[in-house]
């Protein structure tokens, strides 16, 4: 059966302290990885999709990473406004259970 | 657009009552999903539908859930009779993507309906 395992399962980050989160996969064959933020009582909230191992994509403080058996999401100097869960998808609908980042003053 | 439209936001029901979640997807889109939520497994799948067929119910995880989308604006979740542990957040997304082996299109998901069963 396939799986996706994100990790670490919470993330305690000092504004502007980077780090990276990590979402591994099996399934083979991977035709898209894909990111979401989802902010307390809200539906996750699409962020980027990566198609091949090597591909990397940023948005602002975000950069997300592929490779043939897990991706990164790296965030760079976050600020308090970043504070959410990170979720990954692979393209059989699976998503990990996520990462919580709380990012403090 | 107003993006994907879920209602009710909240929802307590008694035990053994019938409930029933509704679902409004973007328009033009042609695939409907329907997730729960809840702390223990998060994210989980429990039937999506391709152009208004359902497609693959294999997560519905008992003959208690069932859904329809009569057409392509409309859907609905219904648990009959609902127990508390059905209770969770029940999100539903629409995308472009098209039914095949794998998808490689993001999905679009409404704010949730928080149901408690007591």
């Known amino acids: 059966e396939d799986q996706v395992t994100q990790s670490p399962e919470a993330l305690r980050l000092q504004e502007g302290e980077s780090s990276s989160l990590n979402c591994s996969y099996t399934v083979s064959g991977l035709r898209g990885l894909f990111w979401y933020r989802q902010d307390p009582g809200k539906g996750p909230e699409f962020l980027f999709t990566?198609?091949?191992a090597g591909e990397e994509k940023e948005k602002e403080r975000l950069k997300a990473t592929l490779t043939k058996k897990e991706s990164f999401l790296h965030i760079t100097a976050p600020k308090p406004e970043d504070s959410a869960t990170y979720l990954c998808?692979?393209?059989?609908?699976?998503f990990g259970t996520g990462t919580r980042l709380q990012v403090f003053p | 657009d107003a993006g994907v439209i879920q209602s009710p936001r909240h929802e307590v029901t008694e035990m053994g009552q019938e409930v029933t979640l509704r679902c409004k997807p973007i328009?033009?889109?042609?695939?409907l999903f329907w997730y729960r939520q809840t702390m223990m497994r998060g994210l989980e799948l429990l039937i999506y539908?391709?152009?208004?067929?359902?497609?693959?119910d294999s997560g519905m995880p008992e003959d208690r859930f069932s859904a329809k989308m009569p057409n392509a604006s409309f859907s609905t979740l219904k648990i009959q009779p609902s127990e508390p542990r059905d209770s969770a957040v029940y999100f539903c997304a629409s995308s472009r993507r098209m039914a095949a082996s794998s998808w490689n299109t993001e999905a679009f998901f409404g704010q949730g309906t928080r149901l408690t069963v007591v």
């Open positions: 990566l198609y091949s």
């Open positions: 539908f391709n152009n208004n067929v359902p497609i693959d």
């Open positions: 998808e692979d393209d059989k609908l699976i």
């Open positions: 328009s033009g889109h042609n695939s």
